[in-house]
């Protein structure tokens, strides 16, 4: 990660410069817009590989950045997007609520108050990000609900296109594992990186959208399992249960910390496989109809307008590559049922 901070004596709106007044003395009224806060310090990641700069007026902000996106270094060009996050103090100390998620067409808004709030055009890739400090009192909480989220939904209105799959590899050929939240996937992925697979990513993938063929790119610095999968492998028997926005408590771990797993940050598509595992499930593999992968993964889109018609553009990539569906009860079959479809792509 390359960070540059600049001196900075009085970031906090609070203890900026007195305001600005008119010729008659009075405070001028944009002051309460907060629009010439200055944000002096500055970072640059490389989130999915792409360069993103992030400025802000407080130090929380680029540690939270660096613990997002820190393990990942440039590997595709300057996205030459900005990310702006101004902080204030406020006599409020709660940790605010969860954002409400609004889009119209490119215009994309998070609002979990008056004091915390983002708001983007995904058309220009305009953005501003105001947070009350009581927010950064938990770096889970803004990094899920602000910054990642900011983050992400920028490249995905310039040079991604996100899917709701997790993505393992064998011999250079990657299978897209989908599913309904709660199908398999990251025990699935798990087991086979367990295997011998190489593992990309458990859950959310990135099609890359200059490129011609299917290529993803995924999280594969991390693993995340519902704590259920205790009892499916053993190693995460000890493993702290940390808790998730949205309800869903997990397990979450680093790669690194995991032995002989190898992994790849970005592959490509070979095919795509719909879970299902069900109780007494007889493992076979079952080809479904052409162009279904793109069909079902366009209903799975959270953008909208002309964003999203470019996203469903990208999907259609996807019907190059067969689809089918997996059914399986034990992981061991399921595995194998994939072995026999790398060797006939």
């Given at each position: 990660m390359e960070m540059m901070h600049e001196a900075m004596s009085g970031a906090f709106i609070e203890a900026a410069e007195p305001q600005q007044r008119n010729q008659e003395g009075a405070v001028r009224p944009q002051d309460s817009l907060l629009c010439d806060v200055k944000l002096p310090l500055r970072g640059m990641f490389y989130p999915l590989g792409f360069g993103i700069e992030i400025l802000t007026n407080h130090p929380e902000v680029?540690?939270?950045?660096?613990?997002?996106?820190?393990?990942?270094?440039?590997?595709?060009?300057?996205?030459?997007?900005?990310?702006?996050?101004?902080?204030?103090?406020?006599?409020?100390?709660?940790?605010?609520?969860?954002?409400?998620?609004?889009?119209?067409?490119?215009?994309?808004?998070?609002?979990?108050?008056?004091?915390?709030?983002?708001?983007?055009?995904?058309?220009?890739?305009?953005?501003?990000?105001?947070?009350?400090?009581?927010?950064?009192?938990?770096?889970?909480?803004?990094?899920?609900?602000?910054?990642?989220?900011?983050?992400?939904?920028?490249?995905?209105?310039?040079?991604?296109?996100?899917?709701?799959?997790?993505c393992v590899s064998k011999e250079g050929k990657g299978i897209l594992l989908c599913g309904h939240s709660g199908?398999?996937?990251?025990?699935?992925?798990?087991?086979?990186?367990?295997?011998?697979?190489?593992?990309t990513s458990d859950d959310t993938c990135y099609l890359i959208n200059a490129s011609k063929t299917p290529q993803v790119i995924g999280h594969a610095h991390r693993m995340r399992f519902r704590p259920h999968a205790k009892a499916l492998f053993p190693e995460l028997e000890n493993r702290a249960i940390t808790p998730r926005m949205e309800g869903k408590p997990s397990i979450e771990i680093l790669v690194r910390e995991l032995p002989s797993i190898d992994t790849a940050t970005e592959v490509e598509v070979g095919s795509v496989v719909y879970l299902n595992r069900y109780t007494g499930a007889k493992a076979n593999l079952i080809r479904l109809p052409h162009g279904s992968a793109a069909k079902r993964m366009s209903q799975e889109l959270y953008s909208a307008g002309e964003i999203r018609a470019r996203h469903e553009k990208v999907l259609e990539r996807l019907n190059a590559v067969p689809v089918f569906e997996l059914h399986y009860c034990v992981l061991d079959e399921g595995i194998e049922q994939l072995e026999l479809l790398v060797r006939a792509l």
């Open positions: 680029l540690d939270a950045a660096h613990e997002s996106f820190g393990h990942r270094q440039l590997r595709h060009e300057d996205a030459g997007l900005v990310v702006r996050v101004g902080v204030t103090t406020t006599s409020d100390t709660q940790l605010p609520p969860e954002p409400t998620r609004r889009e119209f067409n490119h215009l994309y808004s998070l609002v979990a108050n008056a004091d915390n709030q983002a708001l983007l055009d995904l058309r220009t890739s305009g953005n501003f990000v105001w947070l009350s400090e009581a927010a950064l009192q938990s770096q889970l909480y803004f990094r899920y609900n602000f910054l990642e989220k900011v983050v992400y939904l920028l490249l995905g209105a310039t040079v991604v296109t996100d899917i709701h799959a997790a199908a398999g996937k990251s025990t699935l992925s798990y087991a086979c990186a367990r295997a011998g697979w190489t593992y």
